[in-house]
């Protein structure tokens, strides 16, 4: 059957006879990515997996440079020590130019009931976003909506922020653009189902007593709206997955330079 007329056709046409669309295994369904280690991490949560862990590792790092600075209590890094870190901070940011906290501002954690809750929703719903993406355009989403969540929070307040809530929400972002673009019963439920956690979301954001960055929440939602809207799913042409492949790498490299820059950041803090 055609997936553009559902027509019926047979199993040797490349090209639908009816609509003329292309028809035929995807890009990522000839590539079938294999499991990690053995089959205990399927390829399509290796990705989320991965953020996990730095996002824990960073968040012992704070506490125990909270405690090497002589920090009481247990499970909240110290202020200092999360712009040490690179918290999102916009006098550092306009005045020493240090950009690369939009990114490591995404991997940073308040507390543990911050990197829990975070952590949580991340292990839900990074895989889906992975598995209806492709790894490539994760990658890209994350990246590009916690830098888009960021630059929003650094333009709405000067205070500190942190938390992978910014890229999170660009995922959300990401699966409600899925839900428009296609034109089936099925995307138009994960369209509902998306908006609602976006409603539940703001309504937490404005409860007093919490701390919450909305302008990070929704400039992330935004930007991983319009890159997944843009980018699509995974489909036939080789050309495009390759352009995503490299925006993929664009992203890990950006990355990189941010963490050194972090690194480098914190050597001259601790000299």
């Known amino acids: ?11 040797d046409d490349k090209i639908c006879p009816y609509c003329q669309a292309q028809v035929g295994e995807r890009v990522i369904d000839r590539r079938a990515p294999s499991d990690v280690l053995g089959g205990l991490i399927p390829h399509q949560r290796f990705v989320t997996m991965l953020i996990l862990l730095i996002n824990t590792g960073m968040y012992l790092a704070t506490m125990l440079r909270t405690q090497q600075q002589g920090g009481s209590g247990f499970g909240d890094p110290s202020m200092q020590t999360l712009v040490d870190f690179g918290a999102k901070y916009a006098p550092f940011i306009f005045y020493r130019g240090e950009w690369w906290r ?8 308040g507390g543990l009931l911050h990197i829990g809750m975070n952590s949580w929703v991340l292990f839900d719903l990074g895989p889906q976003v992975n598995q209806t993406f492709g790894t490539p355009r994760f990658l890209s989403i994350y990246f590009i909506s916690s830098v888009t969540g960021y630059l929003a929070s650094l333009y709405w307040s000067p205070a500190v922020s942190i938390g ?7 995922l959300i972002g990401a699966m409600i653009a899925f839900g428009t673009r296609e034109r089936s019963a099925f995307a138009s439920a ?3 189902q998306y908006i609602q956690w976006v409603i539940y979301l703001l309504i937490f954001g404005l409860l007093p007593g919490f701390n919450v960055d909305n302008a990070a929440h929704l400039g992330g939602l935004a930007g991983g709206f319009v890159v997944a809207y843009l980018a699509g799913t995974p489909g036939f042409s080789e050309a495009i997955e390759n352009f995503w492949r490299l925006a993929a790498g664009l992203s890990l490299a950006a990355t990189a330079w941010a963490f050194f820059e972090m690194f480098m950041h914190l050597t001259s803090t601790a000299t």
């Open 1 to 11: 059957m055609c997936p553009n007329c559902r027509a019926f056709i047979t199993s």
């Open 102 to 109: 939009l990114i490591t501002a995404g991997y940073l954690h």
């Open 164 to 170: 992978a809530s910014a890229g999170l929400c660009g």
């Open 190 to 192: 994960i369209r509902r």
